[in-house]
């Protein structure tokens, strides 16, 4: 494998790795309050049909962002509601949460657009384009660190960035929110953000079960870090770079000397999220209290 066809992996894995940072750090916040939430792939599809829905009506990228965190939070509203207030089960709630997000969001594209369950194709405005980092045409041709850092850095979308921004921001406000309804508030806002990445930055669109189980490895990437914010982003780009392998059987070839099966490839993060939630990466201890409806003291 050359160094061309690397850089290119590791584009495609920071791209593919963003909304599952996104949702592992939205777990994180809930879950480091106590709130178990199985939901993160209900939230993610929610806010993807809102958003590439209302980003095609308006023409405007930025309102179907706003549309896609307010359609999380509402499920994020409900979730709340149901765990906290009602002291319901939570991991049922969340199940019930995915569910309903499941045919919802294919009952109303449908209802709407008349398009199998997907919203018409984004473009201009209605998409977050690429970004050109600062001096990234200008140091191309430095040898090695040129093409890294225009190739692999520059050039990706704001939600990209707001991402890896978001990891330092996680790790300080963590230590400072202390109520289980504002994490479930900013579950359902990261939620958002990830879902309306997934429709009008990585995709031009919504389409039917586009999240396609993220939600869920986002969850396993959580265990696999242990809770924490930093190693969740490396968890996060290691699910993220089996998902490009999958996308480059030719490079998995090239190295391994073998044809592999595609579908085997596709079936990588997937096959890495059953071995990390069968407990195969060590010992994980959940945070204190987590699934345990909380009773104020008198």
């Known amino acids: 494998m050359d160094y061309a066809t ?10 593919l790795a963003t909304p599952l940072l996104l949702a592992c750090l939205a ?53 709340g509601i149901a765990s906290i207030t ?6 049922i709630s969340g199940v019930a949460l995915n569910f309903l997000a499941s045919g919802l969001t294919v ?8 398009q199998g369950g997907r919203t018409p194709p ?28 225009y190739e692999v850095i520059s050039g990706h979308s704001i939600l990209v960035y707001a991402a890896i921004a978001l990891v330092p921001i996680s790790w300080w406000v963590l230590n400072r929110v202390g109520l289980r309804f504002a994490a479930v508030a900013i579950t359902g806002i990261l939620c958002g953000l990830a879902g309306a990445y997934m429709a009008t930055a990585l995709q031009a669109g919504f389409g039917r079960e586009m999240t396609a189980g993220r939600g869920y490895i986002a969850l396993a990437a959580l265990i696999f870090a242990k809770w924490r914010p930093v190693p969740a982003l490396w968890a996060c780009l290691l699910f993220g770079f089996f998902q490009a392998l999958a996308l480059r059987p030719d490079v998995v070839e090239a190295v391994v000397r073998v044809k592999v099966p595609v579908p085997f ?21 959940p945070p204190r209290a987590g699934g345990e409806p909380y009773v104020k003291e008198r």
């Open 265 to 285: 490839l596709d079936a990588l993060p997937y096959i890495l999220t059953v071995i990390v939630l069968a407990g195969f990466i060590g010992k994980a201890i």
């Open 27 to 79: 777990g994180l916040f809930s879950e480091r309050s106590g709130i178990f939430d199985i939901g993160l792939e209900g939230k993610m599809l929610a806010a993807a049909m809102a958003s590439g829905a209302v980003a095609f009506l308006t023409g405007s990228v930025w309102l179907g962002l706003l549309a896609g965190i307010g359609a999380s939070l509402i499920f994020a509203a409900i979730h």
């Open 6 to 15: 690397l850089l290119q992996l590791l584009d495609s894995t920071l791209r």
């Open 86 to 91: 009602f002291r319901g089960n939570q991991l």
């Open 122 to 149: 984004l473009e201009g405005a209605a998409r977050f384009n690429p970004i050109t980092l600062p001096f990234a045409e200008s140091v191309q041709g430095v040898p090695i660190l040129g093409p890294l850092y």
């Open 107 to 114: 009952l109303i594209a449908q209802a709407m657009f008349g």
